[in-house]
Nanobody, 117 residues
Framework: QVQLVESGGGLVQPGGSLRLSCAAS????????MRWYRQAPGKERELVAG???????NYADSMKGRFIISRDNAKNMVYLQMNALQPEDTAVYYC???????????WGQGTQVTVSS
C-alpha cells in the first residue's frame, strides 16, 4: 500500500521557519522524483519544489532562496525547510511522488501551514 504521510505543519509567525517531512512507503522511493506542492484557499495547487533521486533540485521562483528541499533515500523521506515565511505562504502543503519513467504518481493527504501574527 502506497503512503505519503506529511508532518511538520502548524502555525508560525511571519519571518519564522518550519520543516515539513514526508514519509514514503509502498513503492521504490529511489525511482521517484519527489515534489512539494501547495494550495492556498481559493487558489490552484502550485509546485513549490522538486528533487530527483540524485538530489537535483528545482524551485518555484517565489521560493528560491527561502525554501530548501532535500531527501534521504535510505529512510524514504523528503523534507522541505521553509524560512522567512510570510502570510502568503499559508496553504496546505502536499507531498507528491512521480516515477521517472512511467509517470505513475501519488499524493499525500497534506499538512496545513499557517503564517500569521
Amino acid at each position: 500500500q502506497v503512503q505519503l504521510v506529511e508532518s511538520g505543519g502548524g502555525l508560525v509567525q511571519p519571518g519564522g521557519s518550519l520543516r515539513l517531512s514526508c514519509a514514503a512507503s509502498g513503492f521504490t522511493f529511489s525511482t521517484y522524483v519527489m515534489r512539494w506542492y501547495r494550495q492556498a484557499p481559493g487558489k490552484e495547487r502550485e509546485l513549490v519544489a522538486g528533487i530527483s533521486s540524485a538530489g537535483n533540485t528545482n524551485y518555484a521562483d517565489s521560493m528560491k532562496g527561502r525554501f530548501i528541499i532535500s531527501r534521504d533515500n535510505a529512510k524514504n523521506m523528503v523534507y522541505l525547510q521553509m524560512n522567512a515565511l510570510q502570510p502568503e505562504d499559508t496553504a496546505v502543503y502536499y507531498c507528491h511522488a512521480i516515477h521517472i519513467l512511467s509517470r505513475r504518481n501519488y499524493w499525500g493527504q497534506g499538512t496545513q501551514v499557517t503564517v500569521s501574527s
